[in-house]
């Protein structure tokens, strides 16, 4: 050892002084500055990458698995569409799994939405990876629209899957006997009247009236541009979702007629009633007399200008899928896989017609927009008089003045739970003077600068969706759009009353007490709590 340090001597070679040791520490340290941070940034690079990559898999295996399933995505639609999950790819061994430690990926709450548009096929989902409680990679956009569901090789066709019901035939049409013959469709419930042998098309009818409207309001007996073709292709129509639109063929409503008149909605005939009146109902919902091609009841040839309960048909298209159900009211048949109102989802991103529970009562969605949701009562909530004793007020209904406005909007709201009050909104009413361009055409639509936003509980008006008639009860209604003239002054101030046989009269707004059925407006931040959005399990919300 000594000769070892007295040969490094010999050479002049000495060791660091302490400022020389502090200023390479001083060196070494800024490097680490300056380089860490971007080796920290090229390893998490390199991590989304890993994530972005994957992303694109999914939609490859994605795209290839709907290439491969391609005649049930829509060969005879102009518009297929699917949902299919992650799992479901990785089963099929379109796209690996995919595994970081720590780190959970998932899924829109619709999964993968796959799209065939006239042979172009487009991908739709959103991909969320957490480490914890921390979002370290979102990317595109989740799909809320329901879709065709594709159930692989072993699919068949609702019309096949059907055709097996007890029927009764006349010409190339199997009229459906069987009482199993349940259909949900867009949230709502329907049931099978009789399959066209020659087209392989299924005719269907709504369980209930969904409404009662007039036929014709000036008296035409035609149902060609009458008040209720244009309500149920124009009103009623916006009901549905637009995927199930495409399920839907333009039928011919008055087959025995040489016109060429077809529609997407329409009624059943007076024959259809022949087959099906033992399950179709006693109330005295519209029919067409294919003769004569006019208005008609399960009880005689009522007046045009009347209003009636409706009940909506429509037609399905021949290559439309089934997907579940055998057919029961409780079990009906399922021909497009709308996934149920997940927990936390807002209420106004659900379908017309699916069933909510607010303060121990069900309700029905009528609407939803971006402000928030429209819900019905399904029941009575007691027995009221429309106006004071003096009748004052009647027409000022819609801006609180009328006794049953300031009950609803004051006793009522009252009654519910403080965390049921906080759901309420202010919801569009129309006012009760309207301009003389407005037609005499029945709409369910205010007119031009008409809304107001006062009230957050009304009662239905003419026209408005899912409002009976009610089995055992007659309930108040108002016509916001029947106009009279009055001097000069067009006013809406028909205010009536809904009976359970599913027609409207006239009464005596100050002295008749009737049964109320309530129209609630929900704010937009409103959300599912629970349940599936049917009558049996309505959606509770929070």
């Given amino acids: 050892m000594k000769k070892i340090i007295k040969k490094i001597k010999s050479l002049g070679i000495s060791g660091f002084t302490l400022i020389e040791l502090l200023g390479v520490l001083v060196i070494m340290g800024l490097l680490i500055l300056v380089v860490m941070p971007n080796l920290y940034k090229l390893i998490h690079k390199n991590d989304a990458k890993d994530y972005t990559t994957y992303y694109d898999l999914i939609e490859f295996g994605a795209v290839k698995y709907a290439d491969d399933a391609r005649s049930e995505l829509g060969t005879t639609h102009d518009i297929g569409c699917t949902h299919i999950s992650l799992e479901e790819l990785v ?44 979002v370290i990679f979102a990317e595109g956009e989740d799909d809320a629209l329901t879709c065709l569901a594709y159930k692989g090789d072993d699919s068949i066709s609702f019309v096949e899957k059907i055709s097996g019901l007890t029927h009764t035939d006349k010409d190339n049409i199997s009229y459906i006997t069987a009482t199993s013959n349940y259909v949900k469709f867009s949230g709502q419930l329907f049931r099978i009247v009789s399959i066209n042998k020659t087209l392989n098309t299924v005719k269907l009818v709504s369980d209930t009236p969904v409404a009662s409207i007039r036929y014709n309001g000036d008296e035409r007996t035609t149902y060609t541009n009458s008040d209720i073709e244009m309500w149920l292709n124009n009103e009623y129509l916006k009901s549905l979702q637009p995927d199930y639109r495409t399920y839907l063929a333009s039928a011919a409503w008055k087959p025995t007629s040489t016109t060429t008149r077809k529609a997407v909605v329409g009624l059943v005939s007076k024959e259809d009633y022949g087959y099906i009146s033992g399950w179709y109902g006693s109330d005295q919902s519209w029919l067409l007399d294919e003769g004569g091609f006019t208005a008609k009841s399960p009880f005689g040839n009522p007046a045009v200008n009347s209003f009636h309960s409706v009940r909506p048909a429509i037609t399905l298209n021949p290559d439309v899928v089934w997907h579940s159900g055998t057919g029961s009211k409780t079990d009906p048949y399922v021909i497009s896989d709308t996934p149920i109102g997940a927990v936390d989802e807002f209420l106004n991103q659900r379908i017309p017609g699916e069933y909510v529970k607010f303060s121990g009562s069900k309700y029905r969605i009528v609407s939803v927009n971006a402000e928030g949701t429209k819900l019905i009562g399904t029941a009575s909530i007691g027995k009221k008089k429309f106006a004071d004793e003096l009748g004052e007020g009647a027409l000022n209904y819609l801006i609180d003045s009328s006794n049953l406005g300031i009950y609803l909007n004051d006793g009522w709201i009252t009654s519910l739970s403080g965390g049921e009050k906080n759901l309420l909104d202010k919801g569009d009413f129309c006012l009760d003077t309207i301009n003389s361009t407005v037609t005499t055409r029945l709409s369910t639509t205010c007119i031009d600068d008409t809304l107001i936003k006062s009230m957050k509980v009304g009662v239905p008006k003419i026209g408005e969706l899912f409002t009976g008639p009610y089995a055992g009860i007659n309930y108040w209604t108002v016509n916001p759009n029947t106009i009279r003239n009055d001097g000069g002054t067009y006013t809406n101030s028909t205010i009536n009353v809904v009976k359970s046989d599913g027609t409207i009269a006239g009464v005596n707004i100050k002295d008749q007490s009737t049964d109320v059925v309530v129209v609630i407006y929900l704010g937009s931040n409103v959300q599912i709590n629970g349940g599936s959005g049917t009558e049996a399990s309505p959606y509770t919300i929070k």
Avoid at 102 to 110: I, K, R
């Fill in 91 to 134: 089963q099929k061994e379109y796209v690996s799994e995919f595994s970081k430690k720590g780190v959970d990926c998932s899924l829109g709450s619709h999964g993968i939405v796959i799209r065939n548009n006239n042979g172009k096929i487009t991908v739709k989902y959103r991909m969320t990876c957490k480490k914890g409680d921390d």
